[in-house]
Each structure stands twice: as structure tokens, then as C-alpha cells.
């Protein structure tokens, strides 16, 4: 790999030592493909970083670690490297690892490098567990700070929340679903990508008290656990459809809503109203062309932003947290951002 960084500075970037980084530069062997794609991952990093870490100022380090289906990721990077690249007189330094999908396992060592390397703070988008808890406060006693993002941790040792108010999102879809479908039993399909990520939980707790309340006779039927990915969220709704049960609203909380329309569209459905959840490529998409009728959005970007400064703010004291929740945003075909 060609490079112009010094090997310690590699290391830093990929949380791994000096020895095994020169090893992955002079493609010597005994070097697992994971370890060679972290290298190359850190060499991207430091590339893109370069006019940032050329700031005059003080120098932080931040780790951006989430699970979230790959358009998310991206969504998650670029909202992260803008929010580094106007942090006033601070050169911001990102480590990013960002997957479809984490186990517990590979969540705890990414954070276990981190404890051993050592961070400014951490924007952790993960599943609710008790051993992450675990992790969380051990972090906090190393006075490395944990931020969630999107989905939250109530409880835990985390720093702060910033994202959005996933409970009034649920609300505010109930509201939407219950103006648009008849009072006589409607049918209404909730799709979340998985049960363990509290934020999509408390939106689907919300949106169940509200909608049942507004709606008595409503029909709740759920297919969660696709990790927001087209061929999961495919297999888990076409068990569902091939009972022919009839479907008259859809509230997707975790993504894959293309594949859920296809889904619905080759058993001859189409859902009188869809509300889905942010605004990126494929949700845009979809409104312009009006296949889904609306959008919950936050600023994602203001998030980070937000979540970045009370980071580099240098207060690690475990008992003073720092958050902030987004509003709702909805978004329909006509009112589209000019960004979108």
C-alpha cells in the first residue's frame, strides 16, 4: 500500500500495533484479510482527514461506531465529517467503524480498542445489552465519554442522547396512519429492523398506545428483524403476505422500504398510506415518485454537530450528561428539502 503517514500514525488510526501495521505495508504474511482491510480503512481516514488535522488548534480524536443498514452508514459518515470539518479551531481526527450488522462480540472489542488506545469520545449507534452496558461504564471510569446516537441507552453510564424524539415520532406516525385509514378495522403492518435497538422500540410502543387509542379496532401485525435489508425485510413480510391478510397502512421504522413495497406489490397490495423513517436516497426516491406518502425526518447532521461539541467540550465527568433530542420533521412529496 502506498502511504504518506507515519507508521505510528497508521496505528493510532486502525487501533492496532506498529508491528502489525508494518506488516500489512510490506504484505508480509501471517495477516488476516480483516486486518489488511482495517489497514487500507485507516489509510482512507488519514486521506480524508489531512486538511482537517492541518488545523491550527487543539487535536481530538472521535469513534464513530453504529450498526445500521449501509445507506444509513453512509448517511452517519457524511454527516460526521462535515460536523468535524467545522468544529471551530479544533482539528477533529475520526475513527469510523460502521457495518450492516455487529454482533455483541465484535461491538465489545471495538470498544475494548478504544478503551486500550484511548478516545475523545465515542458516537455509538448500537443494539441494548447488558454487557455493552457493562462496557459503557468502564469507559467512564477511563474517562472516555459515550454519546448514543439515534438510539439511545437510558440507564446507562452513556455522556449523553442526541437524536431524535423517538417516542413523539411513534406518536406523530399514529396520528398520520389514523387520519388516512377508515375507522372499520384498518390492518396496519409495523416493520422495525431490529427488537434490541431501543429507539425503534420506544417508537413502536408509542405508536401502538396512540394508534389503538385513536383507532380501537385496528389490526397490528409486525414483521420485524430484517436489519432494515432488502432480502430480510423481503423474507420476513412474504411469510406474512401469503396469508393473505390484507394490509391498509404501513409504519416502517427500520428501513427496506423499497423491498417492502416490491413485497407487497408481487401479492398484489399497495398500502393506502406508508410512513416511513429519514431522509435518504431511497426514501426520497420513493416520495418523488410517490410510492411512499411520508417521511419522519431529523437533522441528522445538526445531531452530529451537536454530539461533536459536547465531545471535544472536555467535560468527562460521568455524572453531567449532555443531550439533546430533534424534532420531528414530516416530509411529503411536496415539501421535499432543496438538499433532497
Known amino acids: 500500500m502506498t ?3 507515519p507508521i505510528k500514525e497508521i496505528a493510532r ?7 502489525t501495521i508494518d506488516r500489512v505495508l510490506n504484505n508480509r504474511a501471517n495477516v488476516s484479510p480483516q486486518t489488511r482491510n482495517r489497514v487500507a ?3 482512507r481516514e488519514l486521506k480524508a482527514q489531512e486538511a482537517q488535522l492541518a488545523t ?3 487535536s481530538v480524536i472521535l469513534d464513530v461506531i453504529a450498526e445500521a443498514p449501509l445507506r444509513f452508514c453512509r448517511e452517519i459518515r457524511i454527516a460526521a465529517q462535515s460536523a468535524a470539518s467545522a468544529m471551530p479551531g479544533v482539528a477533529v481526527r475520526l475513527r469510523f467503524q460502521l457495518q450492516q450488522t455487529m454482533t455483541e462480540a465484535e461491538i465489545l472489542a471495538a470498544l475494548a480498542r478504544i478503551a486500550k488506545r484511548g478516545s475523545n ?7 441494548d445489552t447488558p454487557l455493552l452496558r457493562l462496557a459503557i461504564a468502564e469507559l467512564a471510569i477511563a474517562r472516555i465519554p459515550v454519546f448514543t446516537l439515534v438510539t439511545d441507552l437510558p440507564g446507562s453510564a452513556r455522556h449523553g442522547y442526541f437524536g431524535l424524539d423517538n417516542a413523539e415520532a411513534g406518536r406523530t406516525a399514529a396520528h398520520l396512519l389514523a387520519q388516512s385509514l377508515p375507522d372499520e378495522r384498518p390492518t396496519i403492518l409495523t416493520s422495525r429492523s431490529q427488537d434490541a435497538f431501543r429507539g425503534e422500540t420506544d417508537r413502536f410502543t408509542a ?3 396512540l394508534i389503538t387509542a385513536l383507532k380501537p379496532a385496528v389490526q397490528i401485525i409486525d414483521a420485524s428483524g430484517g436489519a432494515g435489508m432488502t432480502a430480510s425485510t423481503s423474507a420476513q413480510l412474504d411469510k406474512i403476505l401469503t396469508s393473505q391478510v390484507r394490509i391498509d397502512g404501513v ?3 427500520g428501513g427496506g422500504n423499497a423491498a417492502i413495497l416490491r413485497t407487497m406489490a408481487a401479492h398484489g397490495q399497495r398500502p393506502r398510506v406508508f410512513v416511513a423513517h429519514d431522509l435518504d436516497r431511497e426514501n426520497t426516491q420513493l416520495l418523488r415518485h ?3 406518502g411520508f417521511v419522519l425526518h431529523h437533522d441528522l447532521g445538526r445531531d452530529m454537530a451537536t454530539l461533536f461539541a459536547a465531545a471535544v467540550s472536555g467535560n468527562k465527568t460521568a455524572n453531567q450528561t449532555a443531550s439533546a433530542s430533534s424534532d420531528v420533521q414530516i416530509i411529503t412529496p411536496y415539501n421535499l428539502p432543496r438538499f433532497a
Open 3 to 5: 502511504h504518506r503517514f
Open 13 to 19: 488510526q486502525a487501533g492496532l500495533g506498529p508491528a
Open 41 to 43: 480503512a485507516a489509510l
Open 56 to 58: 491550527q488548534g487543539r
Open 121 to 127: 469520545g465515542i458516537c455509538l449507534k448500537a443494539r
Open 207 to 209: 405508536f401502538r398506545d
Open 251 to 253: 409504519y416502517s421504522m
Open 290 to 292: 410517490g410510492a411512499i
